[in-house]
């Protein structure tokens, strides 16, 4: 048990806690036996980034919390959202806060500073696109149906693997030595969207094709779906201003949280692969 662990039995709330970074956050540190909390709107207490009247039941007796934002952190308000969280926390006794934050996210990188000024013990954790939103996300369907189309070119991602978020997370939460870190987690390597959709389809023993359409199309498409209104926007945003080269250099995050490399993008294709997640 780690000196941080030792001061408290308090539970450690994670927020998002059914979603793709969350989900295994909860996952290691009941692995560990460290008392979680589930924050999501089907926990007990339910909690809900969109009812205030939630968030003090979800904090009763929280001293740390990882804070993953829904939709994402990157949608306007969600600053003045974080802010309002972070103090009521701060207020209520928490000690430690650790943010899920996005590369290259003026909204994202707004709400960073406010959980810096909020006078907790905080570490931030800026990543990349999840290698998971292939398998579990949005993007999952047209893959199967053999063909990705999105509004992006030949620009060049560093696709950061879930899993390694949720490792940092859960060092950040309970061990010392992460306080006031920014680590920025990437994957080791850059691929274009196209470059990802063929190793995925070379893992999967599948023809997989990618296809760059007009952000009209997409947005359609979207409206076709019936997405609601705020992912569909968000989605439209992330493809057409943040994927325009300025993340396009992997980060040594995963190295100075973890000591270790980050995992590679091909690892991943295959090891989703043989879930037959994409086998249709």
């Known amino acids: ?5 030792a001061q408290t039995t308090a539970p450690i709330l994670v927020l998002g806690g059914t ?21 999501s709107r089907s926990g007990a207490p339910p909690f809900d980034w969109w009812d205030r009247a939630t ?28 802010r309002s969280f972070a103090e009521l926390a701060v207020r209520g006794g928490v000690r430690r806060l650790v943010l899920l934050s996005g590369r290259g996210e003026e909204e994202a990188q707004r709400a960073e500073k406010m959980v810096q000024d909020s006078g907790a013990e905080w570490t931030i954790l800026r990543a990349s696109w999840f290698d998971q939103n292939f398998s579990e996300g949005q993007l999952l369907a047209p893959l199967l149906d053999g063909e990705l189309a999105l509004p992006v070119g030949d620009v060049g991602e560093p696709f950061v693997d879930v899993d390694d978020i949720a ?7 309970t061990e010392d030595g992460h306080v006031g870190q920014l680590y920025e987690l990437t994957g ?21 094709r990618f296809r760059t359409i007009p952000v009209e199309r997409y947005a359609a498409t979207l ?25 396009a250099h992997p980060a040594d995050g995963v190295r100075r949280a973890l000591g270790r490399e980050a995992r590679d993008f091909r690892d991943f294709a295959r090891a989703a692969a043989a879930t037959g997640v994409w086998s249709g």
């Open 167 to 173: 490792e940092v997370a859960e060092v950040a939460l």
């Open 1 to 5: 048990m780690t000196e941080h662990e």
């Open 223 to 247: 409206a076709e779906q019936r997405l609601p209104a705020d992912v569909a926007a968000l989605l439209t945003y992330l493809f057409v201003e943040v994927l325009d080269g300025r993340n």
């Open 188 to 208: 080791p390597r850059l691929l274009t969207f196209a470059e990802a959709v063929a190793e995925i389809a070379e893992a999967a023993g599948r023809d997989i």
């Open 19 to 39: 979603g793709k970074t969350g989900r295994r956050v909860v996952e290691r540190l009941a692995a560990r036996n460290v008392p979680v909390r589930v924050g």
């Open 55 to 82: 968030w003090a039941g979800a904090l009763h007796g929280v001293t740390s919390a990882y804070l993953s934002f829904y939709p994402d952190v990157a949608v306007p308000g969600a600053a003045e959202t974080v």
